[in-house]
């Protein structure tokens, strides 16, 4: 596709439920990134993928969340367990490592209530 | 530790006017550095991207400029426009990582 899509736009989940979210980068594109945003906040660093492997996973809260990214193009973020502060926005990036930058997808709301 | 830091938090002009929003890191080891723009409950769109060996982009309006031996950025924004309210966000890539900053809320008042 033309951009970063990612799916759904919005969820809405009862406390402790297990959450998918799902990111399809850009064609061709090997890194992808996935952030975490809070209302007033700038995006925060949740985990990164080079290819099938998650090279950084460093910024996952704990180990509730885990990503997945099988074949090189989509991945998903899982959260089991949700809890009332996983409520926020999850940003998906995706571009070649290091020269052009990074395109953002739109973004999942996740409220969990 | 990265850290990238943005001020003002908000800031609100009068249309026509000519604005600087400013970025500062803390280590000076990064690859490139970009501006977005993100509008109310929207992703991320980009602006204008610096490497690292670049002092500054211009893209219409905008230019930003780099001094990576200092740790700072700016974003000057000409002639300002109510269609240009939205929050700008800075973010430097090292490390493989995008560490962003928190933001300017920018508002025109027209």
């Known amino acids: 596709g033309a951009g970063v899509s990612q799916t759904p736009s919005n969820k809405v989940t009862e406390k402790g439920k297990y959450v998918e979210l799902r990111c399809d980068p850009i064609s061709g594109h090997t890194a992808l990134y996935w952030y975490r945003q809070s209302l007033g906040q700038g995006p925060e660093f949740l985990i990164y993928?080079?290819?099938?492997?998650?090279?950084?996973d460093s910024g996952l809260p704990n180990d509730r969340f885990f990503a997945v990214r099988p074949e090189g193009s989509v991945s998903t973020l899982k959260i089991q367990r949700t809890e009332r502060g996983d409520s926020a926005v999850y940003l998906c990036?995706?571009?070649?490592?290091?020269?052009?930058?990074?395109?953002f997808g739109s973004g999942t709301r996740l409220t969990v209530v | 530790k990265q850290e990238v830091t943005q001020i003002p938090a908000a800031l609100s002009v009068p249309e026509g006017e000519n604005l600087v929003l400013n970025c500062s890191f803390t280590?000076?080891?990064?690859?490139?550095l970009q501006w977005f723009r993100q509008d109310p409950g929207k992703g991320l769109t980009s602006l204008l991207l610096?490497?690292?060996?670049?002092r500054e982009q211009t893209s219409g309006r905008l230019n930003a400029s780099l001094d990576k031996s200092s740790g700072r950025s700016t974003l000057y924004i000409a002639a300002s426009q109510p269609g240009d309210s939205a929050t700008y966000l800075c973010?430097?890539?090292?490390?493989?990582?995008?560490?962003f900053g928190k933001g300017t809320r920018l508002h025109i008042l027209p």
């Open positions: 973010a430097v890539l090292a490390d493989d990582k995008i560490i």
């Open positions: 610096i490497q690292s060996s670049q």
């Open positions: 993928f080079q290819g099938t492997g998650a090279a950084d």
């Open positions: 280590d000076s080891a990064i690859y490139n």
């Open positions: 990036a995706s571009g070649y490592r290091g020269s052009y930058g990074y395109t």
